[in-house]
């Protein structure tokens, strides 16, 4: 006979609700630590493509942590969501 917890949809739902808003502080911090140490980069190239081409490196690089921010924060939203629903 296996022995597993019961939980309510109380529970769950705080549970969730615990989970999203430590997402969303983790990506605050995230964020507020990447601004405070970011440095502005040296663009050097002898040539317009090699200037081309660090610029868009360094777009991609901040896109990409964007993005990162963007999907915690979203997925943080939707624990939220279901964990507001289950708390009702």
């Known amino acids: 006979m296996s022995k597993f917890i ?14 999203g808003v430590l997402v ?6 995230v964020a507020f630590n990447a601004f405070y140490t970011y440095k502005l980069p040296e663009i050097r ?7 081309i081409s660090s610029l868009i490196n360094i777009l991609v690089e ?4 964007l993005g990162f921010l963007g999907l915690a924060v979203w997925a943080a939203g ?11």
Do not use: C, F, H, T
């Not at 939707?78 to 009702?88: A, E, M, Q, R, W």
């Open 45 to 51: 190239g002898s040539s317009l493509e090699e200037l």
């Open 78 to 88: 939707i624990l939220l969501k279901y964990g507001v629903s289950l708390l009702k």
């Open 62 to 65: 901040i896109a990409l942590r």
């Open 24 to 29: 969303i502080l983790v990506a605050i911090v």
């Open 6 to 19: 019961s939980l309510s949809n109380k529970s769950i739902g705080l549970i969730l609700l615990l989970v």
